[in-house]
């Protein structure tokens, strides 16, 4: 998942938009599942492409504007432009074992990259477990 969403962040960058963001990740989605064992990749290679089968287990977006309002409504067609903060916030769900896995990160696109508005929260096991027990 970390993967994903590290991936994920460099495709939120000026001139690119929602749709074609959300599509790509999905791709990357798909690997991802595959690569766990949860998608087979035959399958995969068959699917209906307006019914991709990762949407069983990642059936939502990746990310959304934030600002004042926690899910502040954006405009899909327009550009993403320096200044917009986002999320990144991938999720695998697998219901048959009553499980989820979601990582969010909260981003301002600039010209030349993101500027990371989580860059010094611990998301790694081993790190939150250490101020735990710290």
Excluded: C, W
């Excluded at 939120?12 to 959300?22: F, S, T």
């Excluded at 977006?61 to 917009?84: I, Q």
């Excluded at 301002?108 to 710290?134: R, S, T, Y």
């Amino acid at each position: 998942m970390l993967r994903v969403q590290r991936e994920a962040g460099k495709l939120l960058r000026p001139g690119n938009v929602v749709k074609d963001y959300h599509k790509e990740v999905g791709r990357m989605m798909e690997s991802e599942l595959i690569g766990l064992g949860l998608l087979d990749k035959h399958d995969v290679a068959r699917q209906d492409q307006a019914n991709p089968l990762y949407k069983k287990y990642f059936m939502h977006g990746t990310s959304h504007h934030l600002g004042l309002d926690v899910h502040d409504v954006g405009n899909v067609y327009r550009s993403f432009e320096a200044g917009m903060v986002f999320t990144i916030e991938p999720g695998i769900y697998i219901r048959e074992e009553n499980l989820g896995i979601r990582l969010e990160n909260n981003v301002v696109i600039q010209q030349n990259g993101l500027h990371d508005l989580m860059q010094d929260i611990p998301i790694e096991a081993e790190e939150i477990e250490e101020l735990m027990n710290g």
